[in-house]
């Protein structure tokens, strides 16, 4: 059941307003309180207006505001791409359509189709999964690498960490070895998670690395994301290289 809560009176504050939900039975107070959290979530609300599959999609939208990721007629991967809203905001900015289909997709969650875009039903950490995403790029290289990946957390800290680090690690090496020259490798991380020896490396094949929180991210959350610019192919590298904006 739904509440909202009532002033004492008079006009009533933006507070006040905020959609409240009782603690259903069989229902945890976590859930509850994520439950509320949702339908007050402006992003969220926009993301249904806007017909967007999920707020995520504000997220890239404004990194690529920031940091120029799209461009037309540039080929995509995207990794962990359920439930979609990634894919959605790409296909329209770089032009990908189902006759000419630019993005390739892949998680192991089912999703509707999307215009523009191949979806592969496949975890991403499967051993065959990237020669499946190759074979669907039609053997091309890739100009961006995206990653909204991230491992369902256990609650111990340690695990987490190793968890997210090793998938982003698997991310990026997937991305040194698709990408075209001067192409684009972001993935999701948890501040703090970046590990030193996974950033030396993305120095060394990337022309500047850089760390985003969108202003779509949640202030309470502890995710980033890393975006590696310019990648300099798997011949021309200089160890070393590199710029970090945090």
Do not use: C
């Not at 690395?209 to 310019?230: C, F, M, N, Q, V």
């Amino acid at each position: 059941m739904v509440d909202k809560a009532l002033g004492t009176g008079g006009r009533k504050s933006d507070k006040d307003l905020k959609i409240r939900l009782k603690t259903a039975r069989g229902r945890k107070t976590g859930s509850t309180k994520w439950l509320e959290r949702q339908l007050n979530d402006p992003y969220v609300a926009r993301a249904r207006a806007e017909g967007y599959r999920s707020r995520a999609a504000f997220k890239i939208k404004e990194m690529d505001d920031k940091h120029k990721l799209f461009r037309k007629g540039m080929r995509i991967v995207d990794l962990g791409a359920a439930p979609g809203g990634w894919s959605q905001v790409a296909a329209k900015a770089i032009g990908s359509t189902d006759a000419n289909p630019l993005i390739v997709g892949i998680d192991y969650l089912e999703m509707d189709p999307i215009p523009g875009v191949k979806l592969l039903m496949k975890d991403f950490t499967d051993d065959d999964a990237p020669a499946m995403l190759i074979e669907a790029m039609g053997g091309k290289k890739a100009d961006l690498v995206m990653s909204d990946m991230a491992w369902p957390t256990t609650g111990h800290r340690p695990t987490d960490h190793m968890r997210i680090v090793q998938l982003i690690e698997v991310a990026a090496a997937f991305a040194l070895d698709v990408l075209a020259p001067g192409g684009v490798f972001i993935a999701k991380v948890f501040q703090g998670g970046t590990e030193h020896e996974l950033l030396h490396m993305l120095k060394r094949h990337f022309k500047s690395t850089h760390h985003a929180k969108p202003p779509s991210s949640r202030a309470d959350s502890a995710e980033a994301y890393l975006i590696a610019k310019g990648f300099k192919g798997t011949n021309d590298t200089v160890p070393g290289e590199g710029e970090y904006d945090r």
